[in-house]
C-alpha cells in the first residue's frame, strides 16, 4: 500500500485559527476552524492541528511540508505590543519618525491625529558619521559613540536596536560595522540594518521599516522557534515555511531575519487562493473578497496574477483612509481592508443612526451567540437572526450558537430603533455590505479600473454570507465560490512558490547609466534571491525564475512608477527597451506623457521564484451522481419580500457537477454559508466552485467568460 503525504496549512486569523490538510496524492482536503487564542497563538494552532488529524486518522508523521501564515506581526505594530526598541541614527537625524512627511490625509483637519512613532523620543540616539549620497565617507563612523548607544539601551531594557545612517542604501560599510560592534559586546540584543531590511532612498520610509523590523523581531524569534518546537513535539517532523506578503514562502530563518516580510501574510495567501480558483474557472481578472471574524479585505487579480505593491501602510490612524499609517517599504499583495467582520459591533451614536464597526468582539469574548461572555450585537449575530446561519452546523459543528443571546444583544438597539429585530439585523447586514461596496469601489476606481469588469471571488467564513450583496452594489454580475471558501486563505498557503523579492537604489540618469556597473547590481540581487530561494526549496528544488523590474520616472518628477524589464543581461542595447517598458507603464497609469525628457533609474527590483509544492493543486470536488444535495428549507430573511421566507438549503458537498442552482437558496458547508438572493443562478463547476449569475443569465446569455459556465 502506498503511503500518502500530506501539507499542512495554517493560518491564524483574528477571530478563527484555519487548519487545512491537503493529500498529496489523491487531492482531497480537510479542514477545521478552531478559535484564536490572542494571549498564545500557538495554543489555538496546536488545539486545531490535533483536532484534526484525530478527526481524519492521520499520522504527524505522514507530513511533508507545513506552511504557516499569521497576523501576530501585524497586531504587535497595531497595538504597540512589540519588543522594547531603540534607534541609532546619524547625528542630526533622531527626529525624522518625528517628522514624517508634510503631508496630511486630512486637509481641513485641525484635530487630525497623525502616524504616532513606535519609538520615543529617548529611545533614538544618534552618533557621529556621514556618507554622501553617492556612498562615500564624509565623516568615519565614531565608534566609541556605537558602542555608548548600545550601553545605554542595554542598561535601559532594550531588546531591539534598528541602525539607520544616513544614505547607507549607498553604501552599508558604517552600518554593517557597527552591527558588528554591538554583536560582539552585547550579543543578546536584535539588530536590524536598513541597508538590508530596506536599502533605498526616503529616509522617513526607510527608517520606518527598520524600526517596524527590528520591533517585531524578538517576537518573531521566539514565536517562530516555539511553533517549531511544538509541531515537533507533535510529532510533525516536516519543515516549516512562512507565508511572505507578496505572496510566496521562504524559510525560517530568513523570516527571522526580516519578518516586517510577514505582515501581510494571510490576505496575501487569500489573494493567492482567489488567483488559483479563478484560474481554474477560466476568469483571470477577479476582484478576491475575503471577510474572517475581524476585517475585510479586497486584493485585484489581474491577468490571473494578484497586483504586487512595494509600499502599504500599518496601524492607521484612521480607518481606511490612506496616510494615516505608517509606511512599510516591502513587496506586498496589493490589499485594502474594505471593512468589518462578524465580530463587529453594531449600535446606536448619539444622533440615533445604526454603525456597525470598527470595533470588534473578536474571538474573546467574541458574538453574543458564541456564550462566551460577549453582550454587544455583532454582524454574526444579525446573520444569525436573519437565518443566514445554522445553529447546529456553524463552523462544521464544532460550535454551538444561541440565537436566543443574538436576539438579546440586538432587541436594545431594536428598541431604541422602534423596529422588529428582524428589520434592525438586516440593517446591520445591508450597512456592513455598503460599507465595503463602497470602499471597494474607490480601490478599484482608484486604480483606474471599473468594478464591473471584474468577477468577485468570495472566501473567508463571511464572504459568502455578504458577497452576492456587495457584488450587486458594485455591479458586478459574477461571482465565485469556491469550495472549502471559509478555509481559503490556509488552502492558498499549500499554492504558494517560494519567492524571494530583493531592490536597492541606484538613483542614475539613464543618459548616464555605466552599462556594466548597472548588470552588476542586477546580478548580485539575483544571486542572493535566487540563494534565498533554494535555501527555501532545500535538496532538488526548482531552479528559480529570475524576473528584473525598476522604479523610474521622467527627470524632475518626485515618484517612480514600477516596470517590468526584460531578462539581462543587460548592455547599453538595452536603453531602447527599457524606455519603452516605461512609456507603456506610465500611459497605464496616467493616460498620457509629459514632456519628453530624461529618464530616472532611481530602484533596481528582482524577484526570484520556483514552485515550493503541487503545482496540480486540486480542490475536493464532489462527483458526478453524489446523494440530492437539499438538507431541506429554513426561514431565511428575503429583502426582495422584506421577510422571512421557506427557502431551499443544500449541502455544499452533495452538489453534483453540473448542477445548477436558483436563489433565494442557502448553500452550507463546514467552513462557509452562501447566501444565493432571488433572481440569481449557480452552476457547480468541475472543480466545485459555485459560478453565480446575479442576474440569472446564466443559461440564456453565455459570454465568452462564461465558458466554463456553459
Not at 50 to 74: C, K
Not at 335 to 352: F, P, T
Not at 588 to 595: A, E, I, M
Not at 621 to 631: D, E, L, N, S, Y
Request: aromatic letters at 6%; one cysteine or more; a negative charge.
Amino acid at each position: 500500500m502506498t503511503t500518502r503525504t500530506y501539507s499542512l496549512g495554517i493560518d491564524i486569523g483574528g477571530t478563527f485559527t484555519d487548519v487545512v490538510l491537503y493529500c498529496n496524492e489523491s487531492g482531497r482536503c480537510h479542514a477545521h476552524k478552531e478559535l484564536t487564542t490572542p494571549h498564545a497563538p500557538h495554543r489555538g494552532v496546536i488545539a486545531g492541528v490535533q483536532h484534526l488529524f484525530s478527526r481524519e486518522s492521520i499520522a504527524y508523521a505522514d507530513v511533508n511540508r507545513v506552511v504557516h501564515a499569521t497576523t501576530l506581526f501585524t497586531n504587535a505594530l497595531i497595538e504597540r505590543k512589540g519588543a522594547p526598541t531603540g534607534l541609532i541614527t546619524t547625528a542630526g537625524f533622531a527626529d525624522t519618525l518625528e517628522i514624517a512627511r508634510e503631508n496630511k490625509y486630512e486637509l481641513y483637519d485641525l484635530h487630525i491625529e497623525l502616524p504616532k512613532p513606535l519609538l520615543e523620543r529617548r529611545t533614538r540616539l544618534e552618533v557621529a558619521e556621514r556618507l554622501s549620497p553617492a556612498g562615500e565617507v564624509e565623516i568615519p563612523m565614531n565608534e566609541e559613540d556605537v558602542l555608548a548607544c548600545a550601553r545605554q539601551f542595554s542598561e535601559a531594557g532594550i531588546k531591539s536596536i534598528a541602525i539607520v545612517f544616513l544614505h547607507a542604501y549607498a553604501n552599508p560599510v558604517h552600518e554593517i560595522r557597527a552591527r558588528a560592534l554591538i554583536a560582539e559586546r552585547y550579543p543578546d540584543l536584535f539588530v536590524s540594518i536598513s541597508s538590508e531590511v530596506s536599502p533605498q532612498i526616503r529616509e522617513y520610509e526607510r527608517t520606518v521599516t527598520t524600526v517596524a523590523n527590528a520591533y517585531v523581531k524578538p517576537l518573531a524569534d521566539g514565536y517562530l522557534a516555539l511553533m517549531t518546537e511544538e509541531l515537533k513535539n507533535l510529532g510533525v517532523a516536516a519543515p516549516l515555511f512562512m507565508m511572505l506578503s507578496n505572496g510566496g514562502l521562504t524559510h525560517v530563518d530568513e523570516a527571522k531575519r526580516v519578518p516586517i516580510q510577514l505582515l501581510e501574510s494571510g490576505p496575501a495567501a487569500g489573494a493567492l487562493a482567489g488567483a488559483f480558483f479563478g484560474e481554474q474557472a477560466g476568469i483571470a481578472d477577479i476582484l478576491a473578497f475575503d471577510m474572517g471574524g475581524t476585517t475585510a479585505k479586497l486584493a485585484l487579480v489581474q491577468s490571473g496574477k494578484p497586483v504586487i505593491a512595494h509600499r502599504f501602510e500599518a496601524s492607521r490612524e484612521k480607518r481606511l483612509t490612506e496616510g494615516s499609517g505608517l509606511p512599510i517599504s516591502i513587496s506586498t499583495v496589493e490589499l485594502i481592508e474594505i471593512g468589518a467582520g462578524g465580530g463587529s459591533l453594531a449600535r446606536m451614536d448619539e444622533l440615533g443612526l445604526l454603525k456597525v464597526g470598527p470595533e470588534s468582539a473578536s474571538s474573546d469574548p467574541g458574538p453574543a451567540c458564541y456564550g462566551r461572555g460577549g453582550k454587544q450585537a455583532t454582524v454574526t449575530d444579525a446573520n444569525l437572526i436573519l437565518g443566514y446561519l445554522d445553529p447546529a452546523a456553524f463552523a462544521g459543528g464544532t460550535m454551538s450558537i444561541d440565537a436566543g443571546l443574538a436576539e438579546a444583544a440586538l432587541q436594545p438597539i431594536a428598541d431604541k430603533a422602534g423596529m422588529p429585530v428582524s428589520e434592525l439585523a438586516w440593517g446591520v447586514h445591508s450597512i456592513v455590505n455598503e460599507n465595503m461596496a463602497a470602499a471597494a469601489r474607490v480601490h478599484v476606481a482608484e486604480r483606474g479600473h471599473h468594478a464591473p469588469d471584474f468577477s468577485l471571488l468570495l472566501t473567508g467564513g463571511g464572504g459568502p454570507l455578504h458577497g452576492c450583496e456587495i457584488a450587486r452594489r458594485l455591479g458586478i454580475d459574477r461571482v465565485i465560490c469556491p469550495p472549502a471558501a471559509g478555509v481559503a486563505s490556509a488552502l492558498g498557503l499549500l499554492m504558494a512558490p517560494a519567492r524571494v523579492d530583493r531592490m536597492v537604489t541606484v538613483a542614475r540618469r539613464m543618459s548616464r547609466v555605466d552599462w556594466a556597473e548597472l548588470e552588476a547590481a542586477y546580478a548580485a540581487l539575483e544571486a542572493d534571491a535566487r540563494r534565498v530561494v533554494l535555501e527555501t526549496l532545500g535538496q532538488g528544488g526548482a531552479e528559480p525564475e529570475l524576473r528584473r523590474a525598476a522604479d523610474l520616472r521622467f527627470v524632475g518628477q518626485g515618484f517612480e512608477v514600477i516596470t517590468d524589464l526584460p531578462a539581462g543581461p543587460y548592455d547599453a542595447a538595452i536603453e531602447t527597451a527599457i524606455r519603452e517598458a516605461f512609456v507603456a507603464a506610465y500611459l497605464q497609469s496616467f493616460g498620457r506623457l509629459p514632456p519628453v525628457g530624461d529618464i530616472e533609474i532611481i530602484n533596481i527590483r528582482v524577484a526570484a521564484t520556483a514552485a515550493a509544492g503541487s503545482g496540480a493543486l486540486q480542490a475536493d470536488a464532489p462527483t458526478v451522481g453524489a446523494a440530492h444535495a437539499q438538507a431541506g428549507t429554513r426561514k431565511v430573511w428575503v429583502d426582495a419580500m422584506r421577510s422571512h421566507q421557506e427557502v431551499p438549503v443544500y449541502r455544499r458537498q452533495a452538489l453534483r457537477i453540473g448542477q445548477r442552482l436558483a436563489g433565494p437558496a442557502v448553500v452550507q458547508e463546514a467552513s462557509s454559508t452562501l447566501v444565493l438572493p432571488a433572481g440569481s443562478k449557480a452552476f457547480v463547476h468541475e472543480t466545485g466552485s459555485l459560478l453565480i449569475s446575479l442576474s440569472g443569465r446564466l443559461e440564456t446569455q453565455p459570454t465568452p467568460t462564461d465558458a466554463a459556465m456553459a
